[in-house]
């Protein structure tokens, strides 16, 4: 066994390779993880009309932002292909058009301010609540584009498999938010006191600061000269199509799947103020397991991309496989932690306008919900990592199919019809929940061990210069 590991640690795409480029995309997610923890615990220290609002808007705003964020994710996988094709000249172009998409997503977006008071009228949870979520929607989305185009301009890095920089950008960005964070909401220092717009503005100046960042590190000299990133501005009506034609099913996916977790938040909150805020605990504190292993999910991307620009289908596999065992083991490590620390970990979150006994309520729904949580991360891990190395590979198609009629038919529309039909409560929708992440799971398995997606061609075939 421990000959394996050894053998597995030091081996083209094992774990030491997956440590390398996915390590600091974890440490960069869970960085950002930190930063809405935060957000989250501050908004409920101030208020349970907040923390209550808070998820909701910004789940709404996520279903729109990572549409796009999918898209122009998307062009990591590109520069990943074209990087293991040795076709560096095609790199800076890739960015460019991605930087292009982000900026027509960005009106798109700002616009949906518009619609923020009649949406959130009609989804009808109480006149307090319903003000901070137009509040705090509002805010995000006109300030979203900052987000897509450093998300843009970050990919440069990621598709290298050179992801220190991400880390670095996101740490400070992090390390500037927080404080501001808490300097808003409570109006600390020349500040005044916003409470939740408070979290929002500084959510934006975090993405804008990022913005900065990357644009400082990738438009240098020496990338110019190996990669084209300042010469390649052009739109290129070819290339933006063919980023499209992956990209866009990738979005949709990312649109679904964030859709159906909305419908899901958006049910719990007609239950009450109590149910929607221990979910919305529950649902901050699984993001410290979840969003680092979208590092994991990134990661398998890139050195799926990698291995099939260099048409090497058995180093893609070895490397689904390495990230796997990575995720399983962060996953299973938190998943416990959920069972033997509830009350440790919800009691960040106590609201200073609520009595003890109230709150101990609230933390009594927690306990059972992050044992549901400790249950369903292990098979959202599965399902992550093997539809991560499956766009890799250019197998967008299928997880969009997958993901789009798994959340609708299997979260979405069941979740609706069993509350308002057959009046469901808490436990028997959270449930619902488990059953859709395990139906994921068991797609994305498999069609991974199909090997279909070992046929698929992003690139044009000639591509490999090694």
């Given at each position: ?90 790199i800076g172009s890739i960015v460019w058009q991605a930087i292009y998409f982000c900026c027509f997503a960005w ?360």
């Amino acid at each position: 066994m421990l000959s394996r590991l050894k053998k597995r640690w030091s081996e083209p795409f094992g774990y030491r390779d997956v440590l390398n480029i996915g390590l600091p995309l974890v440490v960069s997610l869970g960085s950002t993880t930190a930063m809405e923890f935060t957000d989250r615990v501050f908004l409920s220290n101030y208020s349970l009309i907040s923390i209550a609002a808070a998820l909701p808007a910004a789940m709404v705003n996520l279903v729109f932002l990572l549409f796009a964020l999918g898209i122009s994710a998307y062009s990591s996988v590109f520069i990943a292909q074209y990087y293991g094709a040795c076709k560096y000249d095609k790199i800076g172009s890739i960015v460019w058009q991605a930087i292009y998409f982000c900026c027509f997503a960005w009106v798109f977006l700002a616009a949906l301010a518009l619609l923020a008071e009649p949406f959130f009228t009609f989804i009808g949870h109480g006149p307090e609540v319903q003000k901070e979520e137009i509040i705090y929607f509002s805010i995000l989305t006109i300030g979203s584009g900052f987000a897509l185009i450093a998300n843009a301009i970050g990919c440069f890095f990621t598709g290298l498999g050179q992801t220190r920089p991400n880390m670095v950008v996101n740490i400070i960005a992090v390390v500037i938010n927080i404080p501001l964070d808490y300097m808003l909401i409570n109006g600390v220092w020349i500040f005044p006191e916003m409470g939740i717009a408070g979290a929002a503005l500084a959510t934006v100046s975090s993405w804008a600061m990022q913005l900065v960042m990357y644009a400082l590190l990738v438009f240098k000299p020496k990338n110019e000269t190996v990669y084209n990133v300042i010469s390649s501005w052009r739109f290129d009506k070819a290339l933006f199509g063919q980023m499209m034609r992956y990209g866009v099913p990738s979005g949709v996916n990312n649109f679904f799947d964030v859709f159906a977790f909305t419908v899901f938040v958006m049910v719990i909150g007609r239950l009450g103020e109590t149910e929607l805020a221990a979910s919305n605990i529950v649902l901050s504190i699984n993001s410290l397991a979840f969003l680092p292993v979208i590092g994991l999910h990134i990661a398998a991307s890139i050195l799926v991309g990698q291995a099939m620009g260099r048409h090497d289908v058995e180093q893609a596999t070895v490397a689904t496989h390495s990230v796997l065992h990575m995720a399983l083991l962060w996953m299973g490590t938190f998943g416990a932690i959920f069972l033997l620390f509830p009350y440790q970990l919800t009691s960040f979150f106590k609201p200073a306008d609520i009595s003890a006994e109230q709150f101990f309520l609230i933390q009594s729904m927690c306990q059972v919900l992050l044992a549901y949580v400790a249950f369903f991360c292990i098979q959202d891990a599965i399902a992550l990592i093997f539809f991560g190395a499956l766009k890799g590979a250019g197998d967008t198609m299928y997880v969009m199919w997958t993901i789009a009629l798994c959340a609708t038919f299997g979260l979405g529309v069941p979740i609706f019809i069993s509350r308002f039909v057959f009046d469901a409560g808490l436990h028997t929708l959270w449930v619902m929940l488990i059953v859709y992440v395990c139906i994921l799971a068991l797609a994305a398995y498999t069609r991974f061990r199909s090997g279909k997606w070992k046929e698929i061609q992003l690139i044009e075939s000639e591509a490999t210069s090694c």
